[in-house]
C-alpha cells in the first residue's frame, strides 16, 4: 500500500526526504504536495525529480485544504524550526500524521500545544534523529546496554562545528533564536537525544551557562576586526567567512534566485549587529536515575566532531569522532573550503590523528581494548538511510529502540529550552516544571494534565 505524502518547507533539509520517495522507497511512498511560502524554491525540487512533475504546489496557509483534496496520509515538516509546532498541529488536526524534522519545536507552549494536539486527535508524530542511526552511536549505545562499564554514574560530551560548518548558522535564519531557539535547542537536540538515548533516562535539572563571543559585531570588533560586506555574494576577493551563493547551483538556485518572492537573504555577514544565538554553551544536566551530563558545544572550531565519555560503576567508554579535520583558509578565490586530504594536528603523545572513529571500552583493571565499529554508507555514517527505511517503510524490531517519537523529540529539546531559561536567568532550571510535563518513561504517555503543571510552571 503506497502512503501519501505532502512536504512543507521545501528548503535544503527537505531533500533527503524527497530523494528517499522518488528513488529507494517509491514503491511504498507517493508525493502528492509540495508547500512553502517562495514559489521558486517549490519549484525547483518539482522540477529536479521528473516523478514530481505533476505533484500540488501550495503555500502554507492552504495546508489543511491541501490535505483534504489530496487525501493526504502523511505530512513532512521541514519548515523553518519556530513554524513546526503550528504545521505540526494543523496536520494532526486536519486528519494527517507527522513526519517532522528535528528540533519538534523551540519552546515549552508549543510543546504542550503539539502534546495536546496528539492526544486530541489520536495520531501520530514521528521526530526523525538520524544520528541514533550512525554506526559509530549504535555501537557506543550496544556497549553501555551490555551492562560491560556498569550502571552509568556520568557523561562527558563535547560537540564541536567547524569554521565552514558552524559559521553558516550565523549567516542564515538559525542566528535569530526566535526562529530557532538557538544552538541549544537547533543543533543539540540531536545530541541530547544521543544522551538520552545512549543511557535510556530521562533529563529533569539543567543549568547552563553560555554567549555569543566568536560571531557577532561586539565580538568582531573586540578582535579589531574589520567589519565584512553585509553579504557573502558579491563580485571581488572574499574572506573565508564569506559564502558566495554563485558558487553553489543548487544555493543559487533555492534561494539567492528565490530572494525576490520572500526576501531572505542566505549569506548574511556571520559579523552581523543583532545576531542572538549563541556560539558557545555548556550545560550540567541531572537525569532522573542519577547521572550526570557535563556538555559543551563550540560552533568556530578548526575541525569538527565530537568525543564523548561515559562513566560507569565497572569502567568507562570513550567515543571520538573526526568529521573534518581542518579548514583550509582560502582557495584562489578566497573563500574557504575543506582540504578532502587533510588530518588532525599532530599530538605529542597521539601522533597524526586522521579524520575517523574510535570507540574505546577499559573495565576497572583491566587492558583497555577498541571496539569495532562497523562501516556505513552515505550521510552520517550510513545512518540517514537506515533512518529513512524506518520512516517510510516502517520501523522493524530493533533491541536498540533507535526508532523515535514525539516523547523523543520532547526529551531532546527539554534540555535545550530549560538552557535557554537558565541562561536568561542565572539559575537551573526543572524540566518537568519548566515545561509543564511529566516525561517519565513510565508508561512512555503523558502523565500529568499539561494546564496544571502550566500554572505550577508560572
Known amino acids: 500500500m503506497t502512503t501519501r ?78 513554524l513546526h ?51 559509530r552511536n549504535t555501537a557506543l549505545k550496544q556497549v553501555i546496554a551490555s551492562g560491560e562499564i556498569g550502571d552509568v554514574v556520568s557523561v562527558n560530551f563535547e560537540w564541536v562545528l567547524d569554521t565552514q560548518h ?22 543539540a537536540a540531536h545530541h541530547f537525544d544521543l544522551v538520552n538515548w545512549w543511557i535510556a533516562d530521562t533529563p529533569a535539572r539543567v543549568y547552563a551557562r553560555g554567549g555569543l563571543h566568536f560571531y557577532g559585531a561586539d565580538a568582531a570588533a573586540s578582535r579589531g576586526l574589520a567589519p565584512l ?21 543548487r544555493l543559487e538556485a533555492l534561494y539567492l534566485r528565490a530572494e525576490e518572492h520572500d526576501g531572505y537573504q542566505r549569506d548574511r555577514s556571520v ?38 565519555a561515559i562513566n560507569g560503576t565497572a569502567g568507562r567508554a570513550e ?40 570507540l574505546v571500552v577499559q573495565k576497572h583493571f583491566e587492558p583497555a581494548h577498541e571496539v569495532e565499529i562497523p562501516e556505513g554508507v552515505g550521510g552520517h555514517g550510513g545512518g540517514d538511510a537506515l533512518l529513512l527505511r524506518d520512516v517510510f517503510v516502517g520501523p522493524v524490531e530493533d533491541e536498540l529502540g533507535r526508532p523515535s517519537d514525539h516523547r523523543d523529540g520532547i526529551r531532546a529539546i527539554s534540555v535545550g529550552i530549560c538552557g535557554n531559561e537558565s541562561l536568561a536567568t542565572g539559575l537551573p532550571v526543572d524540566v518537568a516544571a519548566f515545561l509543564g510535563m511529566d516525561l517519565s518513561r513510565d508508561g512512555d504517555s503523558a502523565g500529568q494534565d499539561s494546564a496544571e503543571l502550566e500554572g505550577a510552571a508560572r
Open 5 to 82: 505524502y505532502a512536504l512543507i518547507g521545501s528548503g535544503h533539509r527537505a531533500q533527503m526526504y524527497l530523494d528517499a520517495i522518488a528513488g529507494p522507497h517509491a514503491d511504498v511512498a507517493e508525493l502528492v504536495a509540495l508547500l512553502d511560502i517562495n514559489p521558486a524554491r517549490r519549484e525547483f525540487h518539482r522540477d529536479r525529480i521528473p516523478a514530481f512533475a505533476d505533484v500540488v504546489l501550495a503555500g502554507p496557509d492552504e495546508l489543511e485544504q491541501v490535505i483534504t483534496e489530496q487525501k493526504v496520509d502523511r505530512v513532512i515538516v521541514t519548515s523553518v524550526d519556530r
Open 271 to 308: 559579523f552581523d549587529p543583532g545576531i542572538t544565538a549563541e556560539d558557545n554553551l555548556t550545560a550540567i544536566v541531572d537525569y532522573a536515575r542519577g547521572p550526570i551530563l557535563t556538555y559543551a558545544l563550540n560552533a568556530h572550531s578548526p575541525w569538527e566532531g565530537y568525543r564523548v
Open 85 to 135: 509546532a503550528e504545521h505540526v498541529v494543523r496536520s494532526l488536526e486536519a486528519g494527517a500524521d507527522v513526519v517532522v524534522e528535528k528540533p519538534l519545536t523551540i519552546d515549552a507552549p508549543s510543546a504542550r500545544a503539539i502534546q495536546d494536539a496528539i492526544d486530541r486527535t489520536g495520531r501520530s508524530v514521528v521526530v526523525t534523529f538520524n544520528y541514533r542511526y550512525s554506526p
Open 166 to 187: 558552524g559559521a553558516d548558522y550565523f549567516r542564515r535564519w538559525h542566528r535569530d533564536k526566535t526562529n530557532s531557539g538557538g544552538l541549544f535547542i537547533h543543533k
Open 319 to 358: 567515543l571520538e569522532v573526526i568529521e573534518r579535520a581542518e579548514v583550509v583558509a582560502k582557495d584562489a578565490d578566497g573563500r574557504a573550503h575543506v582540504d578532502p586530504s587533510a588530518v588532525a594536528v599532530t599530538t605529542e603523545d597521539a601522533g597524526v590523528r586522521e579524520r575517523g572513529e574510535r
Open 229 to 249: 560586506p553585509a553579504r557573502g555574494t558579491h563580485d571581488g576577493p572574499h574572506d573565508p567567512f564569506e559564502l558566495d551563493l554563485r558558487s553553489d547551483e
